[in-house]
Protein backbone atom coordinates (compact mmCIF):
# COMPACT_ATOMS: atom_id res chain seq x y z
CA UNK A 1 0.00 0.00 0.00
CA UNK A 2 2.49 2.57 1.51
CA UNK A 3 4.75 1.56 -1.57
CA UNK A 4 2.58 2.02 -4.26
CA UNK A 5 1.32 5.33 -2.90
CA UNK A 6 5.25 6.14 -2.91
CA UNK A 7 5.49 5.40 -6.52
CA UNK A 8 2.62 7.37 -7.61
CA UNK A 9 4.10 10.76 -5.83
CA UNK A 10 7.33 9.99 -7.43
CA UNK A 11 5.53 9.49 -11.16
CA UNK A 12 3.65 12.62 -10.31
CA UNK A 13 6.40 15.05 -9.37
CA UNK A 14 8.31 13.47 -12.16
CA UNK A 15 5.60 14.40 -14.54
CA UNK A 16 6.03 18.27 -13.90
CA UNK A 17 9.68 18.46 -13.26
CA UNK A 18 12.25 19.41 -15.20
CA UNK A 19 15.41 17.03 -13.93
CA UNK A 20 13.06 14.28 -13.29
CA UNK A 21 15.72 12.19 -13.30
CA UNK A 22 16.88 14.23 -9.78
CA UNK A 23 13.51 13.25 -7.90
CA UNK A 24 13.70 10.65 -5.02
CA UNK A 25 10.96 9.95 -2.70
CA UNK A 26 11.84 8.64 1.04
CA UNK A 27 9.23 7.05 3.62
CA UNK A 28 9.43 7.71 7.01
CA UNK A 29 6.61 7.18 9.95
CA UNK A 30 5.86 9.39 12.66
CA UNK A 31 5.09 8.33 16.26
CA UNK A 32 1.86 7.12 15.38
CA UNK A 33 3.07 5.10 12.34
CA UNK A 34 1.44 7.52 9.78
CA UNK A 35 4.07 7.77 6.83
CA UNK A 36 6.09 11.24 6.13
CA UNK A 37 7.00 11.17 2.15
CA UNK A 38 10.05 13.44 1.82
CA UNK A 39 10.29 14.26 -1.27
CA UNK A 40 13.51 15.77 -2.97
CA UNK A 41 13.83 17.47 -6.18
CA UNK A 42 16.22 19.68 -7.88
CA UNK A 43 16.46 23.16 -6.78
CA UNK A 44 15.69 24.31 -10.00
CA UNK A 45 11.97 22.77 -9.89
CA UNK A 46 11.47 24.23 -6.81
CA UNK A 47 9.34 27.08 -8.21
CA UNK A 48 7.48 24.87 -10.55
CA UNK A 49 6.63 22.43 -7.98
CA UNK A 50 5.30 24.97 -5.37
CA UNK A 51 3.97 27.38 -8.01
CA UNK A 52 2.24 30.60 -7.63
CA UNK A 53 1.23 30.98 -4.04
CA UNK A 54 1.36 27.19 -3.54
CA UNK A 55 -1.30 25.92 -5.62
CA UNK A 56 1.08 23.47 -7.49
CA UNK A 57 1.80 21.83 -4.64
CA UNK A 58 -1.50 22.20 -2.52
CA UNK A 59 -2.88 20.49 -5.57
CA UNK A 60 0.15 17.38 -5.89
CA UNK A 61 -0.79 17.03 -1.97
CA UNK A 62 -4.13 16.86 -2.64
CA UNK A 63 -3.76 14.51 -5.51
CA UNK A 64 -1.28 11.94 -2.98
CA UNK A 65 -3.27 12.10 -0.19
CA UNK A 66 -6.60 10.82 -2.41
CA UNK A 67 -4.31 8.27 -3.40
CA UNK A 68 -3.17 7.04 0.07
CA UNK A 69 -7.05 7.49 1.33
CA UNK A 70 -8.09 4.42 -0.99
CA UNK A 71 -5.28 2.61 -0.49
CA UNK A 72 -6.24 2.81 3.12
CA UNK A 73 -3.87 5.12 4.59
CA UNK A 74 -5.80 7.31 6.37
CA UNK A 75 -3.12 9.72 6.60
CA UNK A 76 -0.36 11.50 5.16
CA UNK A 77 2.06 14.00 5.46
CA UNK A 78 3.95 15.02 2.36
CA UNK A 79 7.53 17.66 3.03
CA UNK A 80 8.99 18.76 -0.44
CA UNK A 81 12.52 20.04 -0.51
CA UNK A 82 15.13 20.44 -2.50
CA UNK A 83 19.07 19.75 -2.64
Known sequence: MIEEVKQFAEELVKSITVESDLV???TFFDEEENPIFEI???EKDMGKVIGKNGKMIKAIRT???TVAYNKGVKRVKINVDSF
Open 63 to 65: LIQ
Open 40 to 42: MIS
Open 24 to 26: KVE
